[in-house]
């Protein structure tokens, strides 16, 4: 059993290297990048609140229009640099907030299947969700960064500072070793389980909660010293995840 969840972790894990890249779609040399036949979508990498005010940032195509959308239809945008550097300002708001990214170059326009959610106007979690994949934490999370569920298999990830680090991961009994990309970054696939689990990892113990009913709409609440999401991907199909709250200072 322990050979086998290795080897689906390590194709996970190659999997999500790829996706979860943030190496800015730029040229290294002359002057602007070529134009592309289509567009890219976003890759959204930093939130920051300063007052009143988010600040979203990433990379996107060259001088493309960087378009961050919401469920209420408010549409937050600006342009990439030459350099296909973007930066968002819009206002904090008052409870949780989930945006849909997409980048449009002309008249093509190219939806993110990632979801931006900001908790509690930018003081909670800030996390790139993916569809059927690793959630990307962007704010300080602990060594397991997230739990993604979609009740058939149940993801864990986080992101380790110590580059070459191998990352235990006890679940169910199994105990798994999974080695992190090159951005310190790493998943690995958990036995099912719809009930509560306690799930050790650098040291810690994190117990999840479980399964969150099911719901088209996006669900928030605080459970097991974390926060519990119900959200649908973009073919409607719903997803748990969970984000366990950084250790107390």
């Not at 550097?85 to 849909?100: D, K, N, S, W």
């Not at 690793?134 to 580059?163: F, Q, V």
């Not at 519990?228 to 409607?236: L, N, Q, Y």
């Amino acid at each position: 059993m322990k050979r086998a969840m290795l080897l689906m972790a390590a194709a996970v894990l190659a999997g999500g290297a790829t996706a979860c890249s943030q190496t800015p779609p730029e040229q290294t040399g002359g002057d602007a990048p070529a134009p592309r036949e289509w567009a890219r979508p976003p890759v959204v990498q930093r939130v920051e609140r300063a007052g009143s005010t988010l600040t979203v940032s990433g990379v996107a195509d060259a001088e493309a229009r960087v378009v961050l959308r919401g469920d209420d239809g408010d549409a937050y945008a600006a342009a990439a640099d030459p350099r296909g550097r973007f930066e968002i300002r819009l206002p904090a708001p008052e409870g949780h907030l989930l945006l849909r990214p997409e980048t449009q170059v002309g008249q093509d326009t190219a939806p993110s299947p990632d979801r931006l959610l900001i908790l509690e106007a930018g003081r909670g979690p800030i996390v790139v969700l993916r569809p059927g994949g690793p959630t990307r934490r962007l704010d300080a999370a602990p060594a397991l960064g997230a739990i993604d569920s979609d009740g058939r298999m149940r993801l864990a990830s986080g992101r380790t500072p110590a580059e070459g680090e191998v990352v235990e991961v006890q679940s169910g009994g199994e105990t798994v070793q999974v080695a992190p990309d090159a951005e310190g970054r790493w998943s690995v696939i958990l036995p099912a389980r719809e009930g509560p689990d306690l799930i050790r990892v650098g040291g810690r113990e994190f117990p999840w909660p479980g399964e969150a009913a099911g719901s088209s709409a996006l669900m928030v609440e605080r459970m097991e010293s974390g926060w519990r999401i119900r959200w649908s991907g973009p073919g409607g199909a719903g997803q748990t995840t969970w984000l366990p709250d950084p250790a107390a200072p």
